[in-house]
């Protein structure tokens, strides 16, 4: 069997972050689909990160979950080819209801930004020079 890593994350609103990810284009996980789940595919890689509905996925893990109003429990990054396409995912995200918490910029040799999603888990989009 293949050894696979893929990451679990509460959110208040399933319906809301399916729109939120679908409408930047990300790949749908099919087969992944509930009131409680929605799954997306992230990366070349196939990484998978599953959206539960938080009271689902405190019951799983049986304790509370990180309030990202006071920090942060991880930040994922995304790989971006040029500096056009980091600037497109921040157009992207705020015409899809995201919060760009640090807009496009060069810094130390790279170019990125970084986001909140609506229920504030946060990603950088990051362009290697």
């Known amino acids: 069997m293949k050894v696979q ?6 959110v208040k609103d399933v319906a809301k972050t399916k729109a939120f990810y679908t409408q930047l284009g990300i790949t749908k ?9 929605t799954s997306f595919i992230f990366g070349d890689e196939g ?5 539960f509905k938080d009271e689902q996925l405190k019951q799983a ?3 509370d979950l990180a309030d990202l ?4 429990e991880v930040i994922f990054t995304i790989s971006a080819e040029t500096e056009a396409e980091v600037n497109e995912w921040a157009t ?3 015409a899809a209801g995201g919060t760009v918490f640090d807009p496009p910029k060069a810094f130390q040799g790279m170019y990125g930004c970084a986001f ?3 229920d504030g888990h ?3 989009i990051l362009k290697w020079k």
């Open 122 to 124: 946060k990603f950088n």
């Open 5 to 10: 890593i893929w990451a679990n994350l509460g």
């Open 29 to 37: 996980n099919s087969g992944h689909e509930s009131n409680d789940l």
């Open 69 to 72: 109003t006071k920090g942060n």
């Open 116 to 118: 909140a999603d609506p």
């Open 47 to 51: 990484f998978v990160i599953h959206f």
């Open 61 to 63: 893990m049986k304790s």
């Open 92 to 94: 992207k995200v705020e």
